[in-house]
């Protein structure tokens, strides 16, 4: 009976064995099912994963590159315009240092070398166009080693064997403006020093006309002006002038506008147009 009773007792133990094993590893086949479901899971969501990360990198990369073509494009568009602004844009004219005041036409004169004469005659000449009502500038040049300059005052006065006094003629800035408006003639002249002027000027006033008088357009009368003929005072527009006349008729005119500017023409109204347009110069600045 022992011997029969052994092989049972042999697969009890087996048995026994293995359940003993399973349950020590908490492993059943329903665990093994959950764990086979869970790895096949895993994969599916790394699949899903890598999947989302190829797509996102396709769009940043196609964003980076919609942006780089843009960027091209509005590079190009900007250069085309800027070219085409360029081609078709008005060059800039170049404005003479010495032009104070808007005038409607330019002329340039190179006087090197001239006589006080020739000037005149020149000058005359070149005047007898200027139409009614507009302002031209004479642009008075010189020759250099270089090309050519704006003539300064001292030589343009030197040029008119002017008689002005030394210290009137070092209250001159170089920088002076001739012009007509109409059949009239202007100076204008800038200031150093408004004592040195101002105290200049009226020692000058004996020879004004001897030295500047020929320029203007009230010359032919003006040579018949005594000598000694004095300047008179005005108020015209609440602004101070000194005036030399012939039978009533003004053929000389100076006015300071400020401490910085002298104004010499032949007509009050050349020297309200001039002041005008010196005020309007300021006030657009």
């Known amino acids: 009976m022992d011997k029969e009773k052994s092989p049972l007792k042999q697969i009890r133990t087996f048995q026994g064995d293995v359940a003993e094993a399973l349950e020590k590893q908490h492993e059943s086949l329903v665990s ?28 940043t990369y196609l964003l980076l590159g919609s942006l780089l073509l843009f960027v091209l494009s509005a590079t190009g568009v900007w250069y085309a315009y800027n070219e085409f602004v360029r081609k078709t844009s008005t060059p800039p ?6 032009r104070f005041i808007y005038s409607e036409a330019e002329l340039v004169l190179n006087i090197s070398e001239t006589s006080r004469e020739d000037f005149i005659k020149t000058l005359s000449s070149a005047l007898e166009e200027v139409a009614d009502g507009e302002v031209r500038h004479v642009v008075l040049e010189k020759s250099t080693l270089e090309g050519t300059e704006l003539l300064p005052t001292s030589e343009f006065l030197n040029i008119l064997k002017s008689r002005a006094p030394g210290n009137l ?22 200031l150093d020093s408004f ?42 527009r609440n602004k101070d002038a000194r005036i030399l006349s012939l039978y009533d008729e003004v053929t000389l005119i100076y006015s300071f506008l400020d401490n910085n500017t002298l104004i010499i023409t032949d007509n009050l109204e050349t020297l309200r147009v001039v002041v005008d347009r010196l005020t309007k110069e300021k006030l657009s600045r």
């Open 32 to 59: 093994i099912q959950r764990v086979e479901h869970l790895k096949k899971d895993s994969i599916q969501s790394s699949g899903k994963t890598a999947e989302v990360s190829k797509k996102r990198i396709e769009f």
């Open 169 to 190: 003629i070092r209250a001159f800035d170089p920088l002076f403006m001739l012009g007509a408006y109409g059949k009239s003639t202007f100076l204008i002249l800038r």
């Open 195 to 236: 004592e040195n002027a101002f105290a200049g000027m009226l020692a000058w006033e004996k020879d004004l006309n001897r030295d500047i008088g020929p320029l203007l357009a009230t010359a032919e009368i003006a040579r018949n002006i005594e000598p000694g003929t004095i300047f008179t005072d005005i108020i015209d």
């Open 93 to 98: 004219i170049a404005t003479p240092a010495n």
